[in-house]
């Protein structure tokens, strides 16, 4: 590998690291803003600011790890000496772990943040329409505490 290219390289690595960390430790400890620019960025996630501290809570760990493999990455590709494969198996290890690592802590995250807005949602009711009607009948059984079969249904008539 080039030295300027290890050099680029590593460099972008540190500082992709070094960001990650960040990131995870504001989210960890709830400290990160809700914003559209970092951090996990869902439509669940930015409803409401519980979501989307939950979300960067439950992404802190992966995306920590992410942040440290980019850092350690950087940092041995810096000192590394050698030429041939070493340079490049380190690099393709790094980049590897971080987009990885970071796009798993983004996917818990926006799951969290998915469940935690749909235990926030209410749950579906009848709203008292068409309460007769056979076709809400699964409505009407949970209403009356009756079952909804036709047998059933022929046999209250009597």
């Known amino acids: 590998m080039p030295p300027t290219l290890r050099l680029v390289l590593a460099v972008l690595l540190v500082a992709v690291g070094a960001v990650l960390v960040l990131l995870a430790v504001l989210g960890a400890t709830g400290k990160l803003p809700r914003n559209r620019y970092v951090g996990v960025r869902t439509p669940d996630s930015l409803r409401t600011a ?40 380190l690099a393709v290890i790094a ?23 749909a235990a926030q949602q209410p749950a579906p009711t009848c709203g008292g329409a068409c309460s007769g009607c056979d076709l809400v009948a699964g409505c009407r059984d949970a209403i009356e505490g009756t079952s909804s079969t036709p047998d059933d249904a022929g046999s209250r008539r009597t």
Do not use: M, Y
């Not at 992410?66 to 000496?81: D, M, Q, R, S, Y």
């Not at 772990?97 to 807005?117: K, P, Q």
């Open 95 to 117: 980049v590897a772990g971080l987009v990885v690592l970071a796009g798993l802590g983004g996917s818990l995250g926006a799951r969290a943040a998915a469940v935690a807005i």
């Open 50 to 89: 519980d979501a989307f501290i939950l979300a960067n809570r439950v992404a802190a760990a992966p995306v920590g790890a992410a942040g440290a493999i980019g850092l350690v990455g950087g940092v041995a590709l810096l000192f590394t000496e050698r030429g041939g494969a070493t340079p490049w198996v």
